[in-house]
């Protein structure tokens, strides 16, 4: 089975900063990409930013120049360093990984929450 742990969640004032880490562990033979969505209330799942093994890092316009993704790829972790934030970053932050070795290809964390206050 594979498991992904996220953690780092938590309550900032506007302007602070926080740090996502989500840990991949169990049958991984690689890691084709890893990345953040997230979900406020009431509205869809939307994509933060990805990272692949090879090609692009991509980021949601809304958090370009504040955000950034990075990965360990020996500790199979990912990391989203969020500065500056907003009241509307305000959701619960999924971490998801394209892992090849479990038993399907497309993996999601349980979610952690990140409430910003104004």
């Known amino acids: 089975q594979v498991q992904l742990v996220e953690s780092g969640g938590g309550l900032v004032q506007a302007g602070g900063s926080l740090r996502l880490s989500c840990a991949a562990s169990?049958?991984?033979?690689?890691?084709?990409?890893m990345g953040w969505y997230r979900q406020a209330p009431g509205k869809q799942r939307e994509l933060v930013a990805t990272?692949?093994?090879?090609?692009?890092?991509r980021y949601t316009d809304s958090v370009k120049g504040r955000f950034t993704i990075s990965r360990d790829s020996a500790k199979n972790t990912v990391y989203l360093q969020m500065n500056s934030l907003k009241p509307e970053d305000t959701a619960v932050y999924y971490c998801?990984?394209?892992?090849?070795?479990?038993?399907?290809?497309?993996?999601w964390g349980r979610g952690t929450q990140v409430t910003v206050s104004s």
């Open positions: 169990g049958s991984i033979f690689s890691i084709n990409a």
């Open positions: 998801n990984a394209l892992i090849i070795g479990g038993p399907k290809y497309d993996y």
């Open positions: 990272i692949p093994s090879a090609g692009r890092i």
